[in-house]
């Protein structure tokens, strides 16, 4: 185990514990940069699809992770987020301008719901922002002459500096575009998590009444939250377009939203590790179950027809398996191994038992 | 001078009054407690200094500003911090970051500059943590400082909600029955750690409490209530020996 002498107040404010940490994740980023090398393009384009599915984890997490509010409609902030970026590279807005924009544009459009939506609290807030989702597919359709209604949208290529990205004809530097916005958004999640403003997100989530004892505006705090995560969930919708080529009304559906919302569980609620983990999760499960089928069926001699909803059910089982015995997520069962490791052999069984919390003081409302 | 006063507030929750025309004022610098039988009302003046509910009836003054003109959240922004009775703290965070969430009222950057880390930010989480560490310090904590609370024994977050408060660095300091559920030996720190409140930070100390050790010990004044109402008023031995507060307590001699 290694323990860290600290000698100033920059050891605890800096986002990594000491240098190895940190050389540790220079080289990750370093092989993941250098992908377009070393993976052939099926498996380029499946590890995009991880990273998109993380920004977009990234933007949930902000809100139900840190803030803890649940939504189940966060497919219609990324729909808010692919449309904006195509219609404004239509335009003849330049991509470098236009998806920035987008995402500021969901965020407004995010901060706008949030309004209504800060009054709602557990269930209901899920429910009022499935709601949502349900309606963005009816929004998407009425609103034909803007979003091509269910005829759909196609985007090609962009142009950045006269570079052609693209999903198809270079995925390579499309790669590179979509890992330097999941960078960017990392960064800009710890930088949030290691000031105030963070910090109030973790104390609204945690407990309303003595946030407010502490001078944080309940009421400000989550339609701040709302913003950010819809903005990201926006650019991640934008990148999602982009991937996907063409899209009309049922690509955003609320099966999206429930994803989204199980990819964080599932990778382990209130930190930045699980929305990248579970993205690993939701992005390769498809792609791990169809080998999986073929090679059962080349092993007993079976077709390989579809089996329907298979996926679903998987999904579902592994989230009834964590929810039951590893609610931390899968960051959470890491950590309890790297706790096991580093202290082995004093690691005690119930060490990150969560204690039965004490009776709270009445809930005024 | 008096930094808190309540003039004739009356606060009912439909039939019940819980609060009948209570009239008090806590002067600078003093521990005042507030006694009396369960139901008494006590920690509903606290909730009516912190604003989660608003009275009927009545005036609540601050450092000479109208309380009741303010939202919940800007009562710390006056100076009042406060700890509760069963233990409001941010369980999944560690015992630093609770700290930190006090400094919340002091925070001059906002999103953009936070977002970017800009030295702004950074001078000012410096600064945060070293007023955090020295409260740190004050109460004995270093042991806990990365530790999660949820996985705290109850006594230890019992001081960290006192630390917590005092990160804001109030005027006022409210605190709902800080022996709680301690044993002797922690009563007893908190006793002392009250007194420091009062003599090194110069915090006026407003506290709801049962042990009459502990309030005896520190308290300057002691007011009683029972029913919303004020019984008595005076020093710990006048409202101890007050025949009304002892009518409340053990019932009349038939």
New interface residues.
Partial sequence: MRIIFKTN??Q??RPWKDGYQFSLYLILLAAVAAAPWWLDDFYLGELTNVLIWAIAGLGLMILTGHTGQASLGHAAFLAVGCYANVILIETGVPFLIAFPLAGLLTGIVGATVAIPALRLHGIYLAIFTLALSVLMDDIIVLAEPITGGVSGKYLGGVEIFGHLVDRWATPGPFFWLVLAVAVIVTL?YI??L???????F??V???E??????????ARTKA?SFA?SCAVTGLAGALMGMFAGAFNNETFSVVISIQLLMMIVIGGL?SIHGAFLGAIVIGFLPQFLSISKEYAAALFGGSTVAIPGLEFGIFGMILIAFILFEPMGLYGRWLKIRTWFELFPFYRKDMFK??K?????ER?R | MSLLEFENVTLKFGGLTAVDDLSFDVQQGEVFAIVGPNGAGKSTVF?LI?R?YDPYAGAIRFDDHDLLRV???????YGV??T??????????TV??NL??????H?K?N?IS????MPS??R???E???RVEEIIDFLDLQAFRDKMI??LP?GVRKVVEVA?ALA?DPKLLLLDEPASGLSVEETTDMRWWIEDIRRQMGITVLMVEHDMGLVSGVSDRVLAMADGAKLALGTSAEVQSHPAVIEAYLGKAS
């Fill in positions: 107040y920059m605890d404010i800009g930088n949030l290691r000031a105030p403003l963070g910090r109030s973790i104390a989530r945690d407990s009444v003595s946030a407010q004892a502490m001078g944080v505006d309940i701040i950010l209130g969560r204690q919390s004490y009776l709270k003081t005024l | 909730n912190s989660f939202k919940p959240s800007g009562v710390a922004a911090a406060r509760f009775q069963n233990i409001e703290l941010f369980e999944h965070a630093l970051q930190l969430v006090g400094r919340h009222r925070r950057t999103m936070e977002i970017l880390f930010a950074r000012q989480e410096i945060s943590r070293e949820s996985g109850y917590r804001t």
